[in-house]
């Protein structure tokens, strides 16, 4: 059908060229001789040799030889020529013709051939965009990686099991091994076969970053299983030293008591201890339950408007209670803004660093907690310590980690503060210098007046 259509259009082409040229040498044989006008004729040819190759203006030539003799060399309307100087005109016209049209047709073959390798150099630029910018977003992307778009190639690649062309798209699989993968492209700028071509190393190049991705899941399922054991080791190890001493001194204390032979004295004395170990106990387990909360990110704070400056001076009579009036030095403004948290959590993290600083101090070297307000309300709890060498202070915040020289303690206190004070929107960071001791600033956004009235 479509060769038939083609040989139709060229008919219809080489009788309408011949036409217009027989009216033109018609209206002008008055005015010059006839076998002049024949380069009329020669347009025609050049005309269709462009338009249709050299057979067509081959066949154009030999019929306008034809006309010319028949409708217009004496004797007319006959195919016969009276004068043998028109023969040789015609002879020279038909030669002239189909040169003409030999060398039109070959013109139009090169330009043919010239637009076939544009065409083909545009396909490879379209398909070297495609490639690299496949390529280049695997050498930038350091997190989750998805096919990127090439919007210079008129093209896209989507990760799918079933293809989902947009309108004016036609899909192409991509061969990847790992999952299903498609390349659309624009209809109007792509061959299918330019298309299929590009799909091989395309799938080359996705391959590679689909199996870096689940290499680096397992990856990372094998390090949060390693974590995950690091974690119930240490927990583990917790729950038996830091429980086992606690039990041991009630148990042996409750022992002596039912004994009947304790002096009254020693009964007060006993009872103290259980009361005291059993205080040891219940914060121990506190630590643990608010740990497993903040490790499933149910902290679930209650924010209110706070006042840390009364919040750290009960954190401090708190402590205070518990280490027999040790010196705490407070220094924070009456003025000091108001911060939205939870005041509960707060007073517990206050707490926490408080205790923290007193066992990293010097026997009797006070605690210092100074601070102030502006955009943001810091409070800095600041010990007398050796501080934290470079090497340990990544891991501070880190529940179970008993750093400095692996000091007593369940390792819990600062990831708890750490915890509660990233679920109330705030910042807490560690300064620290060896031999000069270390310092913790807890930070919040400052209250407007605007928000508490």
């Known amino acids: 059908m479509g060769l038939s259509r083609a040989v139709w259009r060229g008919t219809i082409e080489v009788a309408a060229a011949l036409l217009v040229a027989s009216l033109v040498v018609a209206a002008l044989k008055t005015v010059a001789p006839v076998t002049g006008l ?17 057979l067509p203006a081959l066949v154009t030539a030999v019929l306008a030889v034809l006309i010319l003799n028949f409708f217009f060399l004496a004797p007319v309307h006959r195919l016969t020529i009276a004068d043998s100087r028109n023969v040789v005109s015609l002879v020279v016209f038909l030669v002239t013709a189909v040169v003409v049209g ?27 965009a495609i490639l690299g910018t496949t390529a280049s977003s695997l050498l930038v992307d350091s997190g989750d990686w998805s096919p990127p778009d090439a919007p210079g190639a008129g093209a896209r690649i989507s990760l799918g099991a079933s ?13 990847t091994r790992e999952q299903p993968c498609w390349l659309y492209v624009k209809r109007d700028d792509w061959a299918k076969t330019d298309a299929q071509r590009v799909a091989k190393p395309l799938a080359d190049v996705i391959d590679l970053e689909l ?54 004295g020693d009964r007060s004395e006993l009872l103290s201890v259980i009361e005291g170990e059993s205080g040891r106990l219940e914060r121990l387990i506190g630590d643990l339950l608010a740990v497993s909360r903040i490790e ?56 926490n660093l408080i205790e923290n600083a007193i066992k990293f101090s010097p026997d009797g070297a006070p605690v210092r907690i100074e601070g102030g307000g502006g955009q ?33 303690g369940s390792g819990l ?41």
Request: with cysteine; aromatic share 4%; net charge positive.
């Open 38 to 54: 024949g380069v009329i004729y020669l347009l025609a040819v050049l005309t269709v040799a462009i338009r249709r190759g050299e």
């Open 102 to 128: 030999r060398l039109a047709a070959m013109a139009r073959e090169r330009a043919r051939e010239a637009d076939s390798r544009a065409a083909e150099a545009r396909a490879r630029a379209r398909e070297a």
């Open 163 to 175: 293809p989902a062309p947009a309108a004016g798209e036609f899909a192409v699989r991509i061969p």
């Open 211 to 264: 199996t870096r991705r689940r290499l680096a899941a397992q990856a990372a399922e094998a390090e949060a299983a390693r974590r995950a054991d690091v974690a119930k080791t240490a927990l583990l190890q917790a729950v038996s030293h830091d429980l086992r001493s606690p039990l041991a001194a009630i148990t042996a204390a409750t022992g002596a008591l039912n004994s009947g032979v304790v002096a009254d």
């Open 296 to 351: 499933a990110g149910a902290v679930d704070p209650e924010p209110d408007w706070c006042d840390l400056r009364d919040t750290v001076t009960t954190a401090a009579e708190h402590v205070r209670g518990r280490h027999g009036e040790y010196p705490i030095e407070i220094t924070l403004p009456d003025d000091l803004p108001l911060v939205k948290a939870d005041p509960v959590q707060m007073e517990r993290v206050f707490e």
């Open 376 to 408: 943001r309300v810091v409070v800095r709890v600041t010990d007398r310590g050796r501080g934290v060498p470079p090497s340990q202070r990544a891991h501070v915040f880190e529940p179970f980690w008993r750093g400095r020289d692996g000091a007593p």
């Open 413 to 453: 206190g600062l990831a708890i503060c750490r915890g509660f004070v990233d679920a109330n929107g705030g910042r807490i960071q560690l300064h620290s210098r060896p031999g000069e001791g270390s310092s913790f600033a807890v930070s919040f956004p400052a209250a407007r007046p605007t928000e508490i009235a």
